[in-house]
């Protein structure tokens, strides 16, 4: 059995023959594949507007720069998930409050949120971890409330759906990451969905230098622009999106259905919710038969990829300068020391899963 990796960009020659006809066109910035995709991905995620960024930090820190965020506020952000989602706050100077997650979802748990807002709070971020979309009504039911802008990330959450709706329409602003090994692909790159003109013409300025017109500067702005190139590798690799998601979604149920050893706990999907298996999670609890750094070298000498996303909770971030005793999020601080991430990817067959359940439940 060849090693199976933990990731691996699936890439075709329908998408190597896109980039190389926007190479042989010359036109290599941001021109008309930038334009196509975004009106491609706003339809597919039944979302008004779409802008098509370099990255998916920069998407988070467009959307926040879009909606006002800045010095003196507050921004609600989940304790687990990637770094990019609070250090976004951090770049628009406005400071990241940590709001503890479910241990079943491993979501922003919505009891957890309105004791974390302040007279400062502008906005919620919730992000879809691991291609598992959030309690969305519930957390705009906060924000309602509240007048919070909701913003999603939905970096590893593309094409998943909570009772029929896709992610990325639902809050003021969506973010989404086309990294390499994501859901789909443009090697870098990014989107913000939104529902809101305004926004989007906001979020055009700040994507561009904040110019108004060209050499007309009218606010704060950044180059963020996606490249032609980037851009006709995401036109090809949403068209397959559909059928990788579901190939993920198999995967995950034969790893659900034939993993079987005491102290391991399989993800959880509650009702309602079609997650897209961005990373397949799973739980060490106390009763499992190894601890999760010896397990883990027990997948790598039987050719195994794993990894740990992630390992250290947010608030112990030493960038967030937080004082952590006592915790402030113990769900969270749990979760980073039991997770474990196992190949699902959709290049791994049948006879690769079936091997990676017989090594794991060897360890009995």
């Keep these: 059995m060849d090693p199976i990796p933990i990731a691996r960009p699936v890439i075709g020659r329908d998408e190597i023959d896109a980039v190389t ?27 008004a507007h779409a ?22 506020d507050e ?3 989940p304790a687990f998930t990637f770094y990019a989602t609070a250090s976004s706050v951090l770049m628009c100077g406005a400071t990241p409050v940590f709001a503890d997650v479910d241990e079943k979802t491993f979501n922003i748990d919505p009891r957890k949120i309105s004791a974390c807002i302040t007279k400062k709070t502008k906005a919620v971020i919730g992000v879809h971890i691991f291609g598992q ?9 906060i924000c309602g409330r509240h007048k919070l802008i909701l913003i999603e990330d939905a970096a590893q959450a593309h094409g998943a759906s909570l009772n029929g709706k896709k992610v990325g329409s639902s809050g003021d602003l969506a ?6 090994t994501k859901n789909m692909s443009t090697g870098e790159g990014g989107m913000v969905t939104t ?34 190139m980037a851009a006709a590798l995401g036109i090809v690799q949403l068209k397959k999106l559909d059928g990788f998601n579901e190939q993920r979604r198999k995967n995950a149920a034969y790893l659900n259905a034939h993993l079987s050893v005491n102290g391991l706990v399989t993800p959880v999907t509650p ?32 050719g195994i990829g794993s990894a740990i996303h992630y390992p250290i909770p947010l608030p112990r971030q030493p960038v967030f300068g937080l004082k952590n005793d006592p915790d402030p999020c113990p769900v969270a601080t749990r979760l ?19 091997y990676i359940c017989d090594t794991i439940n060897r360890v009995k």
């Design 336 to 354: 980073a020391a039991s997770v474990l991430s196992l190949p699902v990817h959709p290049s791994v067959d049948e006879k690769q899963l079936a």
């Design 271 to 302: 009702k309602g919710m079609q997650p897209v298996f961005h990373q397949y999670v799973i739980r060490l609890t106390d009763e499992f038969p190894m601890n999760r750094a010896a397990f883990m070298d027990y997948l790598k000498e039987n």
């Design 21 to 47: 006809a926007v190479l042989e066109s010359g036109m290599l910035a941001s021109g008309s594949r930038v334009a196509e995709l975004e009106r491609s991905f706003a339809d597919y995620c039944g979302a």
């Design 175 to 180: 973010c989404f990451s086309f990294y390499a």
């Design 195 to 228: 529902g809101s003109k305004a926004l989007n013409d906001r979020l055009r300025l700040v994507i561009n230098h904040g110019q108004s017109e060209k050499y007309l500067h009218t606010c704060l702005g950044y180059n963020y622009r996606m490249t032609d």
């Design 75 to 77: 921004v609600i952000v």
């Design 51 to 72: 802008v098509a960024v370099n990255n998916g930090t920069a998407a988070l820190h467009a959307a926040l720069m879009a909606a006002g965020i800045g010095h003196g």
């Design 133 to 141: 979309p959030f309690d969305i009504p519930a957390v705009q039911e």
